[in-house]
Nanobody
Framework: QVQLVESGGGLVQAGGSLRLSCAASGSIFSINFMSWYRQSPGKQRELVASITSGGSTNYADSVKGRFTISRDNAKNTVFLQMSSLKPEDTAVYFC???????????????WGRGTQVTVSS
């Protein structure tokens, strides 16, 4: 089994910063994409940012220039540095990863339980 555990959420004032972390553990052979999604009440879950094992990144237009995704492949960990936070960034942030448990197994789509980020105005 593979688990993703997020940390780093909390309450911050508008304009502030937070850094989210997500550590993968368990039977891991390799991890391809690692991503952050978010979901606020009444809205669909949306992709915030993703990063490949090679370091290529992709961002939602709403966070470009404010958020930075990075990863430590040796520690199977992905980070999301969030700056210039806005009230509309308030959401539960979920970590997602495409994980192989063996060389011959397909990639599993694994999700964390989420961490709450609240930005006050």
């Amino acid at each position: 089994q593979v688990q993703l555990v997020e940390s780093g959420g909390g309450l911050v004032q508008a304009g502030g910063s937070l850094r989210l972390s997500c550590a993968a553990s368990g039977s891991i052979f390799s991890i391809n994409f690692m991503s952050w999604y978010r979901q606020s009440p009444g809205k669909q879950r949306e992709l915030v940012a993703s990063i490949t094992s090679g370091g290529s990144t992709n961002y939602a237009d709403s966070v470009k220039g404010r958020f930075t995704i990075s990863r430590d492949n040796a520690k199977n960990t992905v980070f999301l540095q969030m700056s210039s936070l806005k009230p509309e960034d308030t959401a539960v942030y979920f970590c997602n990863a495409a994980v192989k448990t063996r060389a011959t197994s397909p990639y599993l789509d694994v999700w964390g339980r989420g961490t709450q980020v609240t930005v006050s105005s």
